[in-house]
């Protein structure tokens, strides 16, 4: 649950401030994605492997992902847990943002691998890092053996073991995290991954490499609240690319749904529907 909260004043060190408003509302970077998966996909069923707390937030998040269209046949309830929280702070158009993973924490190799047994050869993927980094490994090892693709948005940061991009289809950093990831060399790591690496650039688009650098735009938007917009990106991306469309194309509709996204406060308030990206990308 993501509790968003605008502020004029950054409060120093002990320091106390008024804010202008509260806005509760599901988010979480897994769930952001499954639900701009779900909201632009055309044939294609969504699933959400992940979990919540036996709380009202809990009861509130499962309810938001089935209204989205997306699947919950694998969420699980954790007993006696809350439900994980994100603490947004707004000011001057951008986002600082605790995470408290809480039922998260409970999506461990054990409960998901089996999960990936159902699912069909080529199906994608899409992981972040908020759960833990043991499940984020053995998914993607898993996923190898079992021909899944899979996207790995490696955010929040957190170093990760460097021989598995190998098995990765996409790793989709933003600008910060790709620093972190390649001790700063990204325009080193983007050749090092042609057509893997894909680095997002907020308000400059989105860049890979495939023989030289390229750079797709971003489409230029009123800016509200850049919470969720990259989750919305990955989601869009996944969609794209399990329709065929090439990493271009792909980019291009991404940053197009990312456009929607930062335009509505809220992480999820903001995601667009296929037919909203389809008439925008049609102009």
């Known amino acids: 649950m993501d509790l968003t909260v605008q502020t004029d004043v950054i409060p120093n060190q002990?320091?106390?401030?008024?804010?202008?408003?509260?806005?509760?509302a599901p988010g979480g970077k897994g769930a952001n994605q499954a639900v701009a998966a779900a909201r632009l996909k055309r044939n294609q069923e969504v699933y959400m492997i992940g979990a919540v707390g036996d709380d009202a937030f809990g009861k509130t998040i499962i309810e938001n992902l089935q209204q989205s269209g997306v699947n919950t046949t694998y969420m699980q309830t954790v007993a006696g847990e809350h439900s994980g929280t994100a603490h947004i702070t707004l000011y001057d158009k951008d986002n600082r943002i605790i995470v408290v993973?809480?039922?998260n924490n409970a999506i461990l190799p054990d409960v998901v691998l089996p999960i990936l047994q159902r699912f069909e050869r080529g199906d994608i993927v899409v992981m972040q890092q908020e759960i833990p980094a043991e499940t984020v490994e053995a998914v993607i090892k898993e996923s190898t053996q079992l021909g899944l693709q899979v996207i790995l948005n490696p955010a929040p940061y957190r170093p990760i073991d460097m021989q598995l991009l190998d098995q990765i289809a996409y790793i989709t950093p933003n600008e910060s995290e790709c620093q972190q990831l390649f001790d700063g060399k990204v325009g080193e790591a983007l050749a090092q991954y042609p057509n893997k690496l894909i680095v997002t650039l907020g308000a400059d688009g989105a860049a890979y490499f495939n023989q030289?650098?390229?750079t797709v735009p971003a489409y230029p938007c009123d800016v509200v609240d850049t919470t969720g917009a990259g989750d919305t990106f990955n989601g869009a991306l996944a969609v794209a690319l399990s329709e065929g469309q090439?990493?271009?194309?792909a980019l291009r509709f991404a940053n197009m749904a990312s456009r929607f996204a930062v335009s509505v406060l809220g992480a999820q308030g903001g995601i667009p529907t296929r037919q909203d990206v389809d008439e925008a990308l049609s102009e």
């Open 212 to 214: 030289t650098q390229y």
């Open 101 to 103: 993973p809480e039922a």
């Open 246 to 249: 090439s990493l271009e194309a």
């Open 14 to 24: 002990g320091e106390t401030v008024l804010g202008d408003s509260l806005l509760m």
